[in-house]
C-alpha cells in the first residue's frame, strides 16, 4: 500500500494505446504490475497503462510523470 498526499486525486497517465486519460485515486481498488506498465483497477473500471510500476509512488506524491 502507498501513502500518498490528500490533495493528488486525479492523475493523468498514458494508457497502453498511447492515449491520455484521467485516473480519479479515490475509486482506485488495486494496482497490478504488468510486463509493460501498469493496471489501474476500480470498481467497474480498469485502465491499463505504460506506466512503470516502481513510478507509481511518485504519481500517488503528486510528482508528474
Not at 25 to 52: M, W
Amino acid at each position: 500500500m502507498f501513502n500518498y498526499s490528500s490533495e493528488v486525486k486525479w492523475i493523468q497517465v498514458t494508457d497502453i494505446d498511447g492515449g491520455l486519460v484521467w485516473i480519479n485515486l479515490e475509486t482506485v481498488e488495486r494496482i497490478y504490475r504488468t510486463s509493460d506498465g501498469s493496471i489501474f483497477e476500480s470498481a467497474n473500471t480498469v485502465i491499463k497503462t505504460i506506466v512503470p510500476f516502481e513510478k507509481i509512488p511518485e504519481l500517488l506524491s503528486g510528482d508528474r510523470q
